[in-house]
């Protein structure tokens, strides 16, 4: 949690560095100031939405890269048959493209999707969870990954994640010349002060640390979603025992940061802790399930 926290800070003082020097190069020499509050919002739709697109139309390539997936070209044994198999019967189903099979070297039970749209994605398994799962259960953890593709879930992040960056660069702005100004008596002036920059960088932070809370909330909400879609590509009871036996992880999960949250298998928290997971916990994801099929079963 400390070393979460300790990133995010040192993210954010990385951003306001950065910030810094873009709003001195844009004063300075193109002679463009952000008092204006439509000018600072184009501006921090700018930064805001920007790196959340690009992180998403390179995901595809950043997850291979970080993760050392190999995508299955051609399948060299009768798992890698199936793995594609599967995938490719399930995506038809779901109605989206066929996503890029993988296989990346990991020891917890695991498996990931991402890509920049809902008919240009991966779909990765870990070497782990080959090993550990039965094909019934494996089948499942697809069915869950197939759905976040044929959900838009990497689209939509990124989108929520845009206007959450948009939203702390423009508050924690405005905030900033709200104090600067009572600190400096209401007089007119060409430039902000001191005051202004203490401000803006403490406020980055804050909103900053509800945005993310606000993201993963979102994350964890989807992670119910694609239970749900497992659950109806592969079977309930399927998607139930998948869920069972990544009990066996105990929370490890050695995906890297950028496509942890994309993972079937999350950190575990308690606490205030668990408003910085991206997944629920397994044992409230198991009974949603089973509560939606007691539901379907009054109904009918």
């Known amino acids: 949690m400390f070393k979460r926290i300790g990133l995010f800070l040192a993210t954010n003082l990385a951003v306001?560095?950065?910030?810094?020097?873009?709003?001195?190069?844009?004063?300075?020499?193109?002679?463009?100031?952000?008092?204006?509050?439509?000018?600072?919002?184009?501006?921090?739709?700018?930064?805001?939405?920007g790196g959340s697109?690009?992180?998403?139309?390179?995901?595809?390539w950043a997850a291979k890269r970080s993760t050392g997936?190999?995508?299955?070209?051609?399948?060299?044994?009768?798992?890698?048959?199936?793995?594609?198999?599967t995938v490719r019967r399930q995506a038809e189903a779901a109605g989206i493209k066929m996503?890029?099979?993988?296989?990346?070297?990991?020891?917890?039970?695991?498996?990931?999707?991402?890509?920049?749209?809902?008919?240009?994605?991966?779909?990765?398994?870990?070497?782990?969870?080959?090993g550990a799962m039965s094909r019934a259960e494996a089948e499942?953890?697809?069915?869950?990954?197939?759905?976040?593709?044929a959900n838009g879930d990497m689209v939509t992040m990124?989108?929520?994640q845009g206007v959450l960056n948009t939203f702390v660069i423009v508050a924690a702005r405005i905030v900033g010349r709200i104090v600067d100004s009572y600190l400096s008596g209401?007089?007119?002036?060409?430039?902000v002060g001191f005051g202004y920059y203490i401000t803006v960088f403490v406020l980055d932070m804050v909103f900053g640390l509800l945005a993310n809370m606000i993201a993963m909330w979102f994350s964890r909400y989807r992670e119910f979603r694609a239970d749900a879609g497992g659950a109806s590509l592969a079977g309930r009871d399927k998607m139930i025992a998948a869920l069972q036996r990544l009990g066996q992880n105990h929370g490890v999960n050695t995906l890297p940061n950028q496509v942890a949250a994309f993972g079937i298998s999350g950190a575990v928290g308690?606490?205030?802790?668990?408003?910085?997971?991206?997944?629920?916990?397994?044992?409230?994801?198991?009974?949603?399930?089973?509560?939606?099929?007691?539901?379907?079963?009054?109904?009918?």
């Open 158 to 160: 990124a989108l929520v």
């Open 16 to 49: 306001m560095v950065l910030l810094g020097v873009v709003l001195s190069v844009l004063q300075g020499v193109f002679g463009i100031r952000l008092g204006d509050n439509g000018t600072l919002l184009v501006f921090a739709m700018i930064f805001g939405f």
């Open 69 to 85: 997936a190999q995508v299955i070209e051609t399948p060299r044994n009768e798992a890698e048959q199936w793995l594609v198999a």
């Open 53 to 60: 697109l690009i992180s998403l139309m390179i995901s595809k």
């Open 270 to 300: 308690h606490g205030m802790r668990r408003l910085m997971l991206s997944h629920p916990p397994l044992e409230e994801r198991i009974d949603a399930l089973r509560a939606r099929a007691n539901t379907v079963r009054t109904v009918a």
């Open 140 to 149: 499942a953890v697809l069915a869950h990954e197939v759905s976040h593709v």
């Open 186 to 191: 209401n007089r007119e002036s060409s430039g």
């Open 99 to 130: 996503p890029e099979v993988a296989i990346y070297e990991a020891p917890e039970i695991n498996a990931f999707a991402t890509g920049p749209t809902r008919n240009n994605s991966l779909v990765a398994v870990s070497t782990g969870l080959l």
